[in-house]
């Protein structure tokens, strides 16, 4: 299985310390070893989950529907801090 992987945090402080990118990144590495899956591309962002235009989670979503992979991430609240948007793809 193949998989593009989407990393968020929310502020510059935490993303240049790796405090939220490592734990993330460590969670994703461990269900993709254990499905003996292989990462394509990463996608990494510094941006509050308040905001819902995120130009690299548009870019990992676009590389999931041009190559067919899942996108995987560490945890829901890292595509939104709104459930609603995330279901109904909603943007605000």
Known sequence: MKFVTY??????????SGLGLEAQQAAV????????????EQFTEI???K???RPELERALKR????G?????????????NVFNVTHGQQG
Do not use: M
């Not at 590495?29 to 394509?40: D, F, L, R, S």
């Not at 999931?64 to 190559?67: A, E, P, S, V």
């Open 7 to 16: 990393f968020r945090v929310s502020t510059d402080k935490r993303g240049k």
């Open 29 to 40: 590495n461990t269900h993709v070893a254990h499905c003996g899956g292989e990462v394509i």
């Open 47 to 49: 941006e509050s989950g």
């Open 51 to 53: 905001k819902n235009n």
């Open 64 to 67: 999931c529907r041009l190559t």
């Open 69 to 81: 992979v899942t996108l995987i991430i560490a945890r829901l609240d890292r595509l939104s801090r």
